[in-house]
């Protein structure tokens, strides 16, 4: 399963809770995936707070050709050593131009 065309790597992943109403869950995170995990700007497989040592893992019945053809998309995502994204998408926890500007009616302005 894709979502919007991206590769989403945590619904590849042998921890994710799949079905129900389990959306957004998995064995590291039984509440909710924290959106830093979720939206791509962390790689988790780097330690991640309250992650209960539990990290991402391929699924078994993932393809090597698709887990490569995952990793090395031209929209896969690239993270520099401590796991978060570089450079961070705008707005993100580790982005230093610090949070989205608000909406202004039917667009945002940005600076």
Same mark, same amino acid.
């Given at each position: 399963?894709? =979502?919007? #065309? =991206?590769?989403?790597?945590?619904?590849?992943? %042998?921890?994710? &809770?799949?079905?129900?109403?389990?959306?957004f !869950?998995?064995?590291? &995170?039984?509440?909710? @995936?924290?959106d830093e =995990? *979720?939206?791509?700007? &962390?790689?988790?497989?780097?330690?991640?707070?309250?992650? #209960?040592? @539990?990290?991402? %893992?391929?699924?078994?019945? @993932?393809?090597q050709?698709?887990?490569?053809? =995952?990793?090395?998309s031209?929209i896969?995502?690239?993270?520099?050593?401590?796991g *978060? !994204?570089?450079?961070?998408? !705008?707005? %993100?926890? #580790?982005?230093?131009? +610090?949070?989205?500007?608000?909406?202004? +009616?039917? &667009?945002t @302005?940005?600076?």
């Amino acid at each position: 399963m894709e =979502i919007y #065309n =991206i590769p989403h790597r945590c619904l590849h992943c %042998a921890h994710y &809770f799949r079905g129900g109403t389990s959306e957004f !869950r998995c064995a590291a &995170f039984p509440l909710e @995936i924290p959106d830093e =995990i *979720w939206e791509g700007d &962390f790689d988790h497989t780097h330690p991640f707070p309250e992650d #209960n040592g @539990i990290r991402f %893992a391929w699924r078994e019945d @993932i393809p090597q050709e698709k887990r490569q053809r =995952i990793e090395s998309s031209s929209i896969a995502l690239k993270y520099g050593p401590d796991g *978060w !994204r570089t450079p961070p998408r !705008r707005g %993100a926890k #580790n982005d230093p131009r +610090g949070p989205l500007p608000p909406h202004r +009616g039917d &667009f945002t @302005i940005y600076p």
